[in-house]
C-alpha cells in the first residue's frame, strides 16, 4: 500500500519533491480488494501534479492491480522525466536486482545537480 499512500504525500509535496519511485499499484483493481479501496479519482489526481522524476515499477501478472490500470497510472504522471521498470509476476515477486535498480534510481536524482 506504499503507492496507495505515497501518490498523495508525493503530490502533496509539490515542487519540493526531488523524485519518487512508487509501483505495483494502478487506476483499476481486481476483485480481489474491496471496492471501498478504490480512489482512482484521487490517485488520479496526485499523478497528474507529479512533475518530478518518477520511476514506476509494475509487475505483469499483478493478481490485484491489472497490468492496464499500472500503465494508465504511469500515462498519467506529469513528469518529463518518467521510466517505467517492468516484471513478470505476481506482486509478491521483488527480486534483489529490482529493489538495487530503486536505491540507483534514487541516488541518480538526487546527484544531479
Known amino acids: 500500500m506504499g503507492?496507495?499512500?505515497g501518490l498523495p504525500a508525493c503530490a502533496a509535496l509539490g515542487a519540493r519533491l526531488r523524485c519518487a519511485v512508487l509501483g505495483k499499484f494502478g487506476l483499476t483493481q481486481s476483485e480481489?480488494?474491496?471496492r471501498s479501496?478504490?480512489?482512482n479519482d484521487l490517485i488520479a489526481d496526485a499523478a497528474e501534479s507529479i512533475r518530478a522524476p518518477v520511476l514506476q515499477h509494475v509487475q505483469w501478472q499483478h493478481e490485484l492491480f491489472p497490468l492496464a490500470g499500472q500503465l494508465e497510472l504511469f500515462d498519467r504522471f506529469s513528469s518529463t522525466e518518467k521510466v517505467l521498470r517492468g516484471r513478470l509476476g505476481p506482486h509478491p515477486q521483488t527480486r534483489p536486482d529490482d529493489e538495487m535498480a530503486?536505491?540507483?534510481?534514487?541516488t541518480?536524482?538526487?546527484?544531479?545537480?
Not at 102 to 106: A, P, T
Not at 108 to 113: E, V
Open 37 to 39: 479501496l478504490a480512489a
Open 3 to 5: 503507492a496507495r499512500y
Open 108 to 113: 541518480a536524482q538526487l546527484n544531479r545537480t
Open 32 to 34: 480481489l480488494l474491496p
Open 102 to 106: 530503486w536505491r540507483d534510481y534514487i
